[in-house]
């Protein structure tokens, strides 16, 4: 077996298994690299840009733009670029849409994330949990037969990818006459979909499209027809404010927002769109199942068949000694990311997008010389 250091800082880097910050495809971190010297056409390190700048006005149009193509999405959503994570839109979500409504807003508990969500809007008012899949270690989710949905919720939240767990939704849920709202964190942008179906669609960078201090919000004009005025919540906190303010309302990540643009470019550009970037992860998620399942049962799935997410394969070693044992052979192969969520153990593969099929075959083939020592 090669040791660490005979393995190139690229070759580690595509070899990354994170579940976050995720990996990132090779030609937008030698752009982003650039940029740090020198932004194409702004004649400045990307660092000492100004956010007010024609140059990143035109960062922030085109990237709007590349959002709404890519999702296939109309003029009436409005496309975000906030701060404070995912977990920041657990708290904005129910500050606008469920302060004060007499009705409970409908979340779905399917894992560690949206169990985050839960105490936030349960602070800003009636919650109703429609399925929980803790009884059974959150390994699937609910047919459509397990939920019934009511007509007069506020909003319906889901999480469309648990990363910890490794499951994801292969359809869209809940009722047209109900908004959707979705995070979608740790699959946003990673296979086509029908997303004009959700009100409201959230998703941090640091998974899938970019590097941690974005989260991209995606929002249509109607939600936020009951919210509260104009002026009544925190400004930061106020989508109406961000709206207005065209995601500039105090200093904005700009390197990051880049990051998010250069792998947008990077998906319509070298890929050719959702359709392809869909099929080829799920060509790695095959390869890497298809390892899982032909293992006699040393390697073991954690998700039901059904729900397996295309982006965080789960999955358990026979013993801890044996785990501890693939996570070393596996690291000096050049293999990093690869330990679970402290909150589940076991092995996660992430396959975000910028993780090419060679950097799973590698994976299996540790996988198969494991085993058979
Ligand atoms: C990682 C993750 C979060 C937390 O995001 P932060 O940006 O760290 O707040 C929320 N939701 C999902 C689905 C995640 O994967």
């Excluded at 003029?75 to 920041?88: E, I, K, P, S």
């Excluded at 409201?200 to 970019?210: D, E, S, T, V, W």
């Excluded at 904005?252 to 869909?278: K, Q």
């Amino acid at each position: 077996m090669e040791s660490i250091e005979t393995v190139s800082i690229d070759e580690r880097n595509r070899l990354n298994f994170s579940g976050g910050p995720g990996v990132l495809p090779d030609t937008v971190l030698r752009q982003a690299q650039e940029a740090i010297r020198e932004a194409p056409g702004a004649g400045l390190s990307i660092l000492g840009i100004s956010h007010r700048s024609d140059w990143f006005a035109s960062v922030v149009a085109e990237l709007q733009d590349n959002v709404r193509s890519l999702l296939g999405l109309p003029d009436n959503y409005h496309v975000l670029f906030l701060q404070g994570g995912a977990t920041q839109q657990f708290t904005m979500v129910p500050m606008a849409l469920l302060a004060g409504r007499a009705n409970p807003a409908e979340y779905l508990h399917t894992g560690y994330w949206s169990g985050k969500a839960l105490p936030e809007a349960r602070r800003e008012g009636l919650v109703r949990v429609l399925w929980s899949g803790e009884p059974h270690g959150y390994d699937r989710l609910p047919a459509d037969n397990e939920l019934a949905f009511a007509p007069d919720a506020p909003y319906l939240h889901y999480v469309s990818n648990e990363t910890v767990e490794g499951l994801q939704f292969h359809r869209v849920l809940g009722r047209d006459d109900v908004p959707r709202i979705c995070d979608m964190s740790s699959d946003f942008l990673s296979a086509p979909g029908d997303f004009s179906k959700f009100s409201l669609i959230y998703a941090h960078a640091q998974k899938n499209i970019g590097p941690a201090g974005v989260t991209v919000v995606v929002m249509k004009d109607e939600l936020l027809k009951d919210a509260p005025a104009p002026g009544v919540l925190p400004g930061f906190l106020d989508y109406h404010e961000q709206i207005k303010a065209s995601s500039i309302l105090n200093t904005p990540p700009v390197f990051a927002i880049y990051v998010v643009l250069l792998v947008t470019r990077w998906l319509r550009g070298e890929i050719g769109g959702l359709t392809a970037m869909g099929r080829i992860n799920a060509a790695k998620a095959d390869l890497l199942y298809r390892q899982i399942d032909d293992s006699g049962g040393f390697y073991q799935a954690h998700a039901a068949r059904p729900d397996r997410s295309t982006m965080n394969v789960t999955f358990r070693l026979p013993t801890p000694e044996l785990h501890y044992r693939f996570i070393e052979m596996a690291a000096r192969a050049g293999l990093s990311g690869l330990s679970g969520h402290r909150s589940i153990g076991g092995i996660r593969a992430s396959l975000y997008n910028g993780m090419q099929l060679a950097a799973v075959e590698k994976l299996v083939e540790v996988m198969r010389d494991f085993q058979s020592r």
